[in-house]
């Protein structure tokens, strides 16, 4: 592409910027030169669920980010390699094709509250969750007897595991 205007000594040019000008001559002979740059050719980046598209050229790194819709969580990122396939925001470095990434989504998994009356591992936790518990310390003159109220792994174990159910 054209960027401009150079030499014509003793002359001046009307706008050494643009492609069409007027140059005045100075006295003597002269001499222009238009000089041009080349331009690395773009290419078509395509980001579906998210933000980043765009045209670059080759070697561009793109911040792309996830934009999930409502009542969904971000999963992953398919379609090309990014920086963290499992970052809602990362980045892209362009090649030299067009290339088109997809955030990928789902709802939300459900969870579910798990109380622990005398002891730790209270939460909330996905079905399926292998959660660690523990008893408290007993009030004296007592000792840890059982777990009740749900199936845990060793229900007489004052530190047992509980998988917590749907």
Do not use: E
């Amino acid at each position: 592409v054209f960027k401009g205007w150079t030499g014509g000594s003793g002359g001046v040019f009307g706008n050494n910027q643009s492609p069409i000008t007027t140059f005045t001559t100075g006295a003597g002979n002269t001499k222009v030169t238009a000089s041009f740059v080349s331009t690395a050719p773009t290419y078509p980046l395509t980001v579906i669920g998210g933000t980043g598209s765009g045209n670059y050229p080759a070697g561009t790194v793109v911040t792309i980010k996830a934009t999930p819709p409502s009542g969904q969580v971000f999963l992953d990122w398919t379609g090309g390699a990014v920086a963290n396939a499992t970052s809602a925001s990362t980045t892209f470095t362009m090649g030299s094709t067009p290339v088109t990434l997809t955030a990928v989504f789902s709802a939300p998994v459900p969870t579910y509250s798990l109380t622990v009356n005398g002891g730790t591992g209270s939460g909330t936790y996905p079905a399926g969750t292998v959660v660690t518990i523990n008893a408290g310390a007993p009030s004296a003159g007592q000792v840890f007897q059982s777990w009740t109220g749900g199936a845990v792994a060793s229900p007489t174990s004052a530190s047992t595991t509980f998988t917590m159910p749907a």
